[in-house]
């Protein structure tokens, strides 16, 4: 069994994660704007190539998901999805530390004024 490791953060670190929270944002907003530029231009890709390619609906759909330039973006997308994720996620490891941190700096806070409270 593992025993669980103890977020102890000083104030220097707490500053640093907020710092790195913001680098962090920006670097989230870039990435979800470049998300929804690439699946906008798959979405006009695809309406192009089906515009232009012969055959039933079916055959049409077909071969406009197939286009070299469609899979390109495909994968692009599933690249800058996983990427949005991640940095979602240290987005929530940043916060959840600082609130660990206020939390006992909190408790620690309360502990000190009760005890300066009896020792008067």
């Not at 710092?19 to 913001?22: A, Y």
């Given at each position: 069994?593992?025993?669980?490791?103890?977020?102890?953060?000083?104030?220097?670190?707490?500053?640093?994660?907020i710092?790195?929270?913001?680098d962090?944002a920006?670097?989230?907003?870039?990435?979800?704007?470049?998300?929804?530029?690439?699946?906008?231009?798959?979405?006009?890709?695809e309406?192009?190539?089906?515009?232009e390619?012969?055959?039933?609906?079916?055959?049409?759909?077909?071969?406009?998901?197939?286009?070299?330039?469609?899979?390109?973006?495909?994968?692009?997308?599933?690249?800058?999805?996983?990427?949005?994720?991640?940095?979602r996620?240290?987005?929530?490891?940043?916060?959840?530390?600082?609130?660990?941190?206020?939390?006992s700096?909190?408790?620690?806070?309360?502990?000190?004024?009760?005890?300066?409270?009896?020792?008067?």
């Open positions: 069994m593992t025993e669980l490791a103890r977020v102890s953060l000083s104030e220097v670190e707490i500053e640093k994660n710092i790195s929270m913001r962090c920006k670097e989230l907003n870039r990435v979800t704007k470049e998300l929804e530029e690439k699946i906008e231009l798959k979405k006009q890709e309406s192009r190539v089906f515009l390619e012969t055959g039933t609906i079916k055959d049409r759909e077909a071969k406009s998901r197939i286009e070299p330039k469609i899979v390109k973006y495909a994968h692009e997308i599933a690249y800058l999805k996983g990427r949005q994720q991640e940095l996620w240290q987005l929530k490891i940043f916060e959840l530390e600082v609130n660990i941190w206020r939390s700096n909190s408790s620690a806070n309360l502990e000190r004024k009760l005890y300066e409270g009896y020792s008067k």
